[in-house]
């Protein structure tokens, strides 16, 4: 089946660690993103990226870090440096091009809970 | 102000009903619209797009109104099965496929 995979569904970190959050398409598309989603609030960009090697910063990307070494692969790191890092965390991937519009696919999500 | 604004709700609704939902968008330069639906504890998924002309898919009915900025959803003979969270989404012109979200208006379907 293709899709998008997140793991894990369930994490939970000390406060001060690092932790990577893992994201696989086999959609074969371009571009990925990770947004997080908080209570009452709508979804918010954090990194994207249209290709390979490449990645952009998105709204919030203070504290958060990526890699695109693999077009399947999409890993967001939430470093000690965020300061709210508990979330839901979604990522999803798309065809890429400008001045069109492609759905967005989104993975199960990751909810981290930093205590 | 907020690029894309939802009501929240909850609209609590009993199955059978008509109910309709609005979003306002900031931006003039936004090029794209959609309704994604977001279950309790999951991923958003697409919808339905939202065409200048208006269009429909089955029971569900979106609108675009350009000039006061503002799209809505009508949901039609409501199911149990539409309870979900809708979010409005929004497309800047020359954005690649950047998206914007708002918060999500909550539909509560009831017996």
């Known amino acids: 089946d293709g899709g998008i995979t997140q793991s894990p569904k369930y994490l939970f970190r000390k406060e001060g660690q690092n932790v990577t959050l893992s994201c696989e398409q086999n959609?074969?598309?371009?571009?990925m993103y990770w947004y997080r989603q908080d209570p009452g609030q709508g979804l918010r960009l954090i990194y994207y990226?249209?290709?390979?090697?490449d990645f952009q910063k998105g709204d919030i990307a203070e504290g958060y870090s990526v890699s695109r070494e693999k077009k399947e692969s999409f890993p967001l790191t939430v470093t000690s440096a965020q300061k709210n890092p508990t979330a839901f965390y979604l990522c999803?991937?798309?065809?890429w091009g400008q001045g069109s519009s492609y759905e967005q696919y989104f993975g199960p999500g990751t909810r981290l809970t930093v205590t | 102000r907020k690029e894309v604004e939802q009501d929240p709700g909850p609209f609590n609704v009993p199955e059978g009903a008509t109910v309709a939902f609005n979003c306002t968008y900031s931006n003039s330069a936004s090029q794209s619209f959609f309704w994604y639906r977001q279950d309790c504890r999951k991923e958003p998924k697409l919808l339905m797009s939202v065409y200048s002309s208006g269009n429909e898919d089955g029971r569900f009915t979106a609108q675009l109104n350009r000039a006061s900025q503002y799209i809505s959803l009508l949901i039609r003979d409501s199911k149990l099965s539409d309870s979900a969270t809708y979010l409005c989404v929004v497309k800047l012109t020359g954005g690649g496929n950047k998206l914007t979200f708002g918060t999500g208006t909550q539909l509560k379907v009831e017996l």
């Open positions: 959609l074969n598309h371009d571009a």
């Open positions: 999803a991937s798309s065809i």
């Open positions: 990226s249209q290709i390979v090697n």
